[in-house]
């Protein structure tokens, strides 16, 4: 697998999994979880977008 498209790939997953973390965070009124699922989903949507553009500067 390409390392751009694994970027893609785990960027997603950190996307989705910092979203549940957001929503029990704020289902369970607990804002530190909350916070860690924001964080953790905006560092997925980097991720994904370096690997965006990995793979734009291979062709």
Same mark, same amino acid.
């Given at each position: 697998?390409?390392?751009?498209? %694994? $970027?893609?790939? #785990?960027?997603?997953?950190?996307?989705?999994? @910092? %979203?549940? %973390? &957001?929503?029990? @965070?704020?289902?369970? $009124?607990?804002?530190?979880? #909350?916070?860690?699922?924001? @964080? &953790?989903?905006?560092?997925?949507?980097?991720? &994904?977008?370096? @690997?965006?553009? #990995?793979?734009?500067? #291979?062709?």
């Amino acid at each position: 697998m390409k390392s751009s498209t %694994k $970027d893609q790939a #785990e960027g997603k997953f950190h996307k989705v999994k @910092g %979203k549940f %973390k &957001e929503v029990a @965070g704020k289902l369970s $009124d607990n804002p530190k979880l #909350e916070a860690e699922g924001t @964080g &953790e989903k905006i560092g997925g949507k980097v991720q &994904e977008k370096i @690997g965006q553009v #990995e793979k734009v500067l #291979e062709k």
